[in-house]
Structures are given as C-alpha cells and as structure tokens.
C-alpha cells in the first residue's frame, strides 16, 4: 500500500472574541476553551505576541489540556522584535519545547528577508514569503509562497464549498512530490489564519477534507 497524506486542519490561536457563544458555550471558563478547541480540532499555530507572553505556569496548563495527539505550531515573525536571532526569543521557545515536548510540531516563519534555516531548534520550518523558498516543496497562493516543511496557510477562506475543495485539492496536488515510503501516512497542517477566523467555515473545511478522503 502507497503511503498517502493525512490533513490535519486547525486555526491561527483559539482565542477570538467572535466565537464566545457561536463554538465556545458562553459559561465555558476561559482556561478550558483550549481543551474544547482540541476536541473539535487537532493542530494550531499560535501567534507570536501570544507564546511571547507565556508563563511557565501557562505552558504547563497548556501541556495538561490537550491530548498527546494535539499538535503545536509556532508562528515567529523574522522582521520583527523578537526575531528568530532574539536571545530572548530563543530562550522562551526552549523552555515551550522542554515542557510541550513532541506536541511542538514545528515552526511557521514570516521573512521577506532571505532565508536559509530548514530547521529551529531541531524543529522543522516552514517559511512564508513574497519572494524567498526554502528547498524542497513549496506551494502558491494569496500572493505568498510557502516552503520547506509541508504546511498550508489561508488568511482569507472562501465561504463557497466548491471553491474549498479547489483550494484543498490544489494543496495536496502540491504534495505530490513529497517523498513517502510505501508505509508512510504523513500528517500535514492546514491552518485557517488572519484576524476574523470563521469557526464554522474552518470546520466546514474539516468536513470537506474528511469527506476527499485526505
């Protein structure tokens, strides 16, 4: 049997006041809504203001709400204070990595600068950019090209169901180079991103996905 790709759809962040009452219940304490999120989805790539801002305490809350299949995904803006070469940033991901442990499936990396690092502490990169990609795959859309580490990436997600499963369908094509035993199931992140994330659309895009068989 032919390895196949596995997606694995998730959001930028669980924390958006929109979904108060529509996907959170509104009595539902602040402090659980991750566990509920990992329920519904299993990956997410967390904003870099956010993690930023994580205590120690918080990571260890974090780690204890989600199940070993739950996967993190860490956003880091290359131009940004608190870049990739920030001492400071460094060590706050260290210490994410040495608490969430193998739940930190990789790193997503903003750079208009050229970029060569495949890898961050150990983890594997996806790069995001206008102009640069990293070796290996790479997929087209919204205007940016994303690279490295196989990852998909929307900021604007089209309502229209066939124009979901168009651009589903157009990613896994770009997979197809993507080397894989005949054993192998590769999962692969697609993230649901930008500042109003629609919850239901993002889980009508599960449901496509599952019903594509990917």
């Known amino acids: 049997?032919?390895?196949r790709i596995t997606l694995k759809i998730g959001t930028s962040g669980w924390?958006?006041?929109g979904w108060l009452g529509g996907f959170y219940p509104d009595d539902l304490p602040v402090s659980w809504r991750l566990d509920y999120f990992s329920n519904a989805f299993n990956v997410v790539l967390v904003p870099q203001q956010a993690w930023?801002?994580?205590?120690?305490?918080t990571m260890q809350a974090i780690a204890e709400s989600v199940e070993s299949d739950f996967g993190f995904y860490f956003a880091l803006h290359n131009e940004l204070e608190g870049g990739v070469k920030?001492?400071?940033?460094?060590?706050q991901l260290r210490l994410i990595l040495s608490i969430l442990g193998s739940s930190v499936l990789g790193f997503v990396v903003w750079s208009e600068k050229a970029f060569t690092?495949?890898?961050?502490?150990?983890?594997?990169?996806?790069?995001?950019?206008?102009q640069h990609r990293l070796q290996g795959w790479s997929w087209q859309n919204e205007g940016l090209w994303l690279s490295g580490n196989p990852?998909?990436?929307v900021s604007r997600l089209p309502k229209e169901g066939k124009a979901q499963v168009k651009l589903l369908t157009g990613f896994v094509e770009s997979?197809?180079?993507v080397k894989l035993d005949r054993s192998d199931i590769l999962p692969v992140a697609f993230i649901v991103?930008?500042?109003?994330?629609d919850i239901q659309q993002t889980a009508n895009l599960k449901t496509i996905g599952e019903l594509l068989g990917y």
């Open 1 to 3: 049997m032919a390895g």
């Open 15 to 17: 924390e958006h006041d």
């Open 52 to 57: 930023l801002a994580w205590s120690q305490a």
């Open 86 to 91: 920030n001492e400071k940033t460094v060590r």
């Open 117 to 130: 690092l495949s890898t961050l502490l150990q983890q594997p990169v996806t790069l995001v950019s206008t």
């Open 151 to 153: 990852l998909g990436f």
């Open 175 to 177: 997979l197809s180079d």
């Open 193 to 197: 991103g930008g500042d109003l994330v």
